[in-house]
């Protein structure tokens, strides 16, 4: 399985990104757990910032919510997050995974992130 993250750059307080994260080995809509995208920052451990079930249902750190929207499109085999409002402690390496959906465990190895940069 490998799940490959996109779309980080450079962006200013106050900007937009939206983040794609394509799988491949898996079919989403036959995975029972959710899919999330997690971050980590510099210096910090990687946490979850928001999963979606099979079923819709989405659960937010409570850093992003109001700001951020997770969605998946099981046609495409990808998930995505729409981040808004960003603030300099946004930036960090992000990430996706399939896992419980509050985020606490994940099922594969985690792939290459994508660097999210927010200048203030």
């Known amino acids: 399985v490998q799940l490959q993250a996109s779309g980080g750059g450079l962006v200013q307080a106050g900007g937009s990104l939206r983040l794609s994260c394509a799988a491949s080995g898996i079919i989403f809509r036959t995975v029972a757990n959710a899919m999330g995208w997690y971050r980590q920052a510099p210096g910090n451990q990687r946490e979850p910032v928001a999963t979606?079930?099979?079923?819709?249902?989405?659960n937010y750190a409570d850093s992003v919510k109001g700001r951020f929207t997770i969605s998946r499109d099981d046609a495409k085999n990808t998930v995505y997050l729409e981040m808004n409002s960003l603030k300099p402690e946004d930036t960090a390496v992000y990430y996706c995974?399939?896992?419980?959906?509050?985020?606490?465990?994940?099922?594969?190895?985690w792939g290459q992130g994508t660097l999210v940069t927010v200048s203030s």
């Open positions: 979606i079930t099979s079923g819709g249902s989405t």
């Open positions: 995974n399939v896992g419980s959906s509050d985020g606490r465990w994940v099922r594969y190895s």
